[in-house]
Nanobody, 126 residues
Framework: VQLQASGGGLVQAGGSLRLSCAAS????????MGWFRQAPGKEREFVAA????????YYADSVKGRFTISRDNAKNTVYLQMVSLKPEDTAVYYC????????????????????WGQGTLVTVSS
């Protein structure tokens, strides 16, 4: 599956953004999906994940209560709604897809995902 992330931009601290991840080539409904981010000079880290049907979600502690992952399988798209943004949220955000089973022990691991989008830059100014 090919993934295209979009929706990034420049926003002030406290603001909001919604990222989208559109899929092509295959239907997303058979994939668990994740969002990751990579800040300058840092390793890529897990942000959020959602099961193939949308019934289960999982978040990194750093974004819990501020970010919401959702999906619309009819539109073959996954979303990341981000509110109360902080400067430390500045990063390139990537969406990723996996056909592995939903397992909270591994859903946050980069190695679990076989398809990646190109990333979209989110910059939060103070």
């Amino acid at each position: 599956v090919q993934l295209q992330a979009s929706g990034g931009g420049l926003v002030q601290a406290g603001g909001s953004l919604r990222l989208s991840c559109a899929a092509s080539g295959r239907t997303l409904s058979t994939y668990n999906m994740g969002w990751f981010r990579q800040a300058p000079g840092k390793e890529r880290e897990f942000v959020a994940a959602i099961s193939w049907g949308g019934g289960s979600t999982y978040y990194a502690d750093s974004v819990k209560g501020r970010f919401t992952i959702s999906r619309d399988n009819a539109k073959n798209t996954v979303y990341l709604q981000m509110v109360s943004l902080k400067p430390e949220d500045t990063a390139v955000y990537y969406c990723a897809a996996t056909r592995a089973g939903w397992n909270l022990l591994v859903v946050g691991r980069l190695s679990e995902y076989e398809s990646w989008g190109q990333g979209t830059l989110v910059t939060v100014s103070s």
